[in-house]
Every structure is written in structure tokens, then in C-alpha cells.
């Protein structure tokens, strides 16, 4: 999906609809609806981007893993640790990409008893383009914002995840599967193996 804004367009869409006045009344309630609904509608961008590329949400935080745990290599049970998901999920999404040309398995040289994961020729030449026009389109993306907004934006994204954290640490909250930040490509990134790869089954 791409998102094509002309110089104006922004211009009024940041002058005119974000505007917000001073004296108005801050709602957290409101607030965190903004940014679930705000979430949900990126997912949507990014499943279709993915799509693409032949690859879920998932599949991707998968290959990135497995691609920077190079040159020491990543088993299975290190994959589902890093997305925090059962073994057994992640064995069936593994299996899946196996199928699919993505990955393969190669015995580790320095414990035989262990088998490292790898990305083939196919998963890293997809990988590499997915990467690149990701870039471009989050890009685009957020071209409604200026460049201190940006910059905001994020300190104020990693102050909210902070205090989630918190929370979670303190007991006050249930603990959420999150990705790396180095593998983090949706805003909240609950890697439910199963859900984001129900659609990739194969039928009858």
C-alpha cells in the first residue's frame, strides 16, 4: 500500500486537523483509543506490505532474528526465547518456512547434538528488498510529521514503553510478549505465531 501526499497536502493536514488548542481538556481514555486505533490501522499498512514480499509480520521478525545472529548462528529454542512464544509454536511457523524455501537447518560444528537455523539464497535476497522498501514506505509514512516531531514522537514512545515495563516488572500488569527492539517492526509486536500465520495454512 502506498501513501502518496503532495507538499500541501501535509501542510494542512498538519496545520489544520492535528492542531490542538491549548486550553482543550486531555483525556488519557482518549488518548490510548488513538493509539490502539492508530496501531491497528498500521498493522493493516504493514500486513499488506509484508504480503508482497510473500512474508506475515512473523515471518519477517523471523528472518531478521535469524539473519543477525550470524556468524554464531540461532537454534530453534533460542528463536522462540527471542520471541517469546512455546517451542512448539515456533516449531510449526520453522517448519512452514522451511517449506517455503525461507530457512534451513545445519548442524552445529561445535555441538553436534545442536542444529542452528539459517536463512537460504531465497530468504536473504527477500529480506534484503523487503528491507529497503520498508525503510522507504515507514518513511512516507511519517512524512506528516516534522523532523523535531518525529524525534518527540519517539521519546515519548519509549516513555510510555518504559513505564509498560515497569509496570509489568512490578507485578501491576500481566507480562506482554514484545520483540527486540532490533526486530521490532510494528509499533507493539505481539507475535502470536499461530494468529499471524493462519492465513499462510494450507486448505483441505
Known amino acids: 500500500m502506498n501513501v502518496h501526499w503532495s507538499e500541501s497536502d501535509v501542510s494542512t493536514y498538519r496545520i489544520e486537523t492535528v492542531q490542538v488548542k491549548p486550553t482543550e481538556q486531555v483525556k488519557p481514555a482518549e488518548i490510548v483509543s488513538d493509539i ?115 524525534r518527540d514522537l519517539a521519546v515519548l514512545l519509549k516513555i510510555l514503553d518504559s513505564e509498560l515495563s515497569r509496570r509489568e516488572l512490578a507485578g501491576t500488569d500481566p507480562p506482554t510478549p514484545v520483540a527486540s527492539a532490533a526486530t521490532a517492526v510494528i509499533p507493539h509486536p505481539r507475535l502470536t505465531v499461530e494468529a499471524a500465520e493462519q492465513s499462510l495454512r494450507p486448505t483441505g
Do not use: N, W
Request: proline residues 1%; charged residues 30%; contains cysteine.
Open 36 to 150: 490502539l486505533r492508530s496501531a491497528h490501522r498500521i498493522r493493516g499498512v504493514l500486513a499488506d506490505h509484508f504480503a508482497e514480499f510473500g512474508l506475515s509480520d512473523a515471518r519477517f521478525a523471523v528472518l531478521q532474528i535469524v539473519r543477525d545472529a550470524l556468524p554464531r548462528g540461532c537454534t530453534q529454542t533460542e528463536l522462540a526465547e527471542r520471541l517469546q512464544q512455546s517451542e512448539s509454536s515456533v516449531s510449526t511457523l520453522v517448519d512452514r518456512m522451511r517449506a517455503a524455501d525461507l530457512l534451513y537447518r545445519l548442524r552445529s560444528k561445535s555441538d553436534r547434538r545442536k542444529c542452528l537455523l539459517v536463512l537460504t539464497d531465497h530468504a536473504r535476497e527477500t529480506l534484503d528488498k523487503l528491507e529497503v522498501c520498508h525503510h522507504e514506505r515507514m518513511a512516507e509514512l511519517l512524512s506528516c510529521y516534522h523532523t523535531e516531531q518525529l
